[in-house]
């Protein structure tokens, strides 16, 4: 067999896998909503919390105790606003990076690099669930 034959019936056979192989389902990037803070006083209220816990695919509820567990400080989640408000002075940039932490290790699958996952909990375990490739994944608890 020669090589230009060799090399036609390659290219061939390579572009026929590119048509049955699916595009990519993953994003590239997981872009969050920057957070609308405001400071009252002593606190921070980040005003469009509901919307970046629903971009997150994760309860209000399980991103605010993450970020008062990392923030050292309490605070309250109004479900009819949608607000969080932290008992702490702190900047954009500063929640900012702790909501980057928070994808990384509670929604981001770190077989895949999928963003379409869940966290179940299993006793006292939190698992992160991969919808894209099945894989399974324990956190540290929230």
């Known amino acids: 067999m ?3 034959k060799y090399l ?4 061939y056979l390579l572009e026929r ?13 997981y872009e969050i909503p920057e957070p609308q803070v ?3 006083g ?32 309490g605070g309250s989640y109004d479900p009819g ?7 702490i002075k702190v900047s954009r940039r500063v929640i900012k990076q702790f909501l980057d ?11 895949c690099g ?9 006793g006292r375990a939190w698992i992160l669930v991969c919808l894209a490739c099945g894989a399974e994944q324990p956190v540290p608890p929230l």
Request: one cysteine or more; hydrophobic letters at 35%.
């Open 38 to 40: 405001i400071r009252i």
């Open 8 to 11: 036609q019936d390659y290219d």
């Open 17 to 29: 896998l590119y048509k049955k192989v699916p595009p990519k389902s993953g994003e590239a990037t």
């Open 2 to 4: 020669s090589v230009r």
């Open 42 to 73: 002593n606190q921070t209220v980040i005003r469009n919390f509901r919307e970046i816990a629903e971009k997150l695919n994760r309860d209000p509820m399980l991103v605010a105790r993450f970020l008062q567990r990392e923030l050292a400080t």
């Open 101 to 111: 932490v928070f994808v990384n290790t509670y929604v981001r699958c770190p077989t």
């Open 81 to 87: 606003s949608g607000q969080l408000a932290l008992n």
């Open 114 to 122: 999928s963003y379409h996952t869940k966290l179940e909990r299993r």
